[in-house]
Every structure is written in structure tokens, then in C-alpha cells.
């Protein structure tokens, strides 16, 4: 069992950053492929990025390519999102999402889910 714990988020103004913290319980947690996924009003959940157990392999959604980063502290169970030169559309609720195996962009894959942080980006 894993249980997972957003935090990072808030109001910014376009163009600027912020960076999100998942942390997680469980000793296994360093086994586990976490993605970030984003919700905005009215509109379905969203795949933005997924990083490897042991951060090797990285994905990110098109629209998150070059201004996201997705990095992992096993030590500390933590896995982050480096939000830079966010837009309005970025503006969603996030969400950080656990499983074993590979990565994978599709919600239905992962098994354990956080709370979510709202990020706010004004324009």
C-alpha cells in the first residue's frame, strides 16, 4: 500500500514557476513508476509526465515538453514536477499517481492516487 501526498501548489502569474512535491509512505515506494496527471474545470484528467522507479526514463505530454521536469528523490520517497513558464491553460488540479512496471501516460494504469494541489496560472 502506498499513500501519496501533493503539495507545491498556488497562484502564479504566467511565465512563472512552480515546482510540486509528491511524497509518499512505504518502504517499496523506490519500486514504483509515478506520473503527474492534471485535471481542469470540466474537462477529463490529463496525462503531463511519468518518470521511471529509479528516474532513468522520463515522458511528458507534448504540451508540458520543455517547460516540465519530472524528477525523483528515492531516498526522501519524493517525486517532483519543475513547473517553468507556466500558461493559463496549465491552470488544473494535479495530481501525482503510483504503480509497478513500466510507465505509463493512462490513468487506469496506476493503482494509488494522491489528493491533488490546485495550480492557479494568471494571465
Known amino acids: 500500500q502506498v499513500q501519496l501526498v501533493e503539495s507545491g501548489g498556488g497562484l502564479v502569474q504566467a511565465g512563472g514557476s512552480l515546482r510540486l512535491s509528491c511524497a509518499a509512505s512505504g518502504r517499496t515506494f523506490r519500486s514504483y513508476v509515478v506520473g503527474w496527471f492534471r485535471q481542469a474545470p470540466g474537462k477529463e484528467r490529463d496525462f503531463v509526465a511519468t518518470?521511471?522507479?529509479?528516474?532513468?526514463?522520463?515522458y511528458y505530454a507534448d504540451s508540458v515538453k520543455g517547460r516540465f521536469t519530472i524528477s525523483r528523490d528515492n531516498a526522501k520517497n519524493t517525486v517532483y514536477l519543475q513547473m517553468n513558464s507556466l500558461k493559463p491553460e496549465d491552470t488544473a488540479v494535479y495530481y501525482c499517481?503510483?504503480?509497478?512496471?513500466?510507465?505509463?501516460?493512462?490513468?487506469?494504469?496506476?493503482?494509488?492516487w494522491g489528493q491533488g494541489t490546485q495550480v492557479t496560472v494568471s494571465s
Open positions: 499517481a503510483a504503480k509497478y512496471g513500466s510507465t505509463s501516460n493512462l490513468g487506469y494504469d496506476y493503482d494509488y
Open positions: 518518470i521511471s522507479w529509479n528516474g532513468v526514463i522520463t
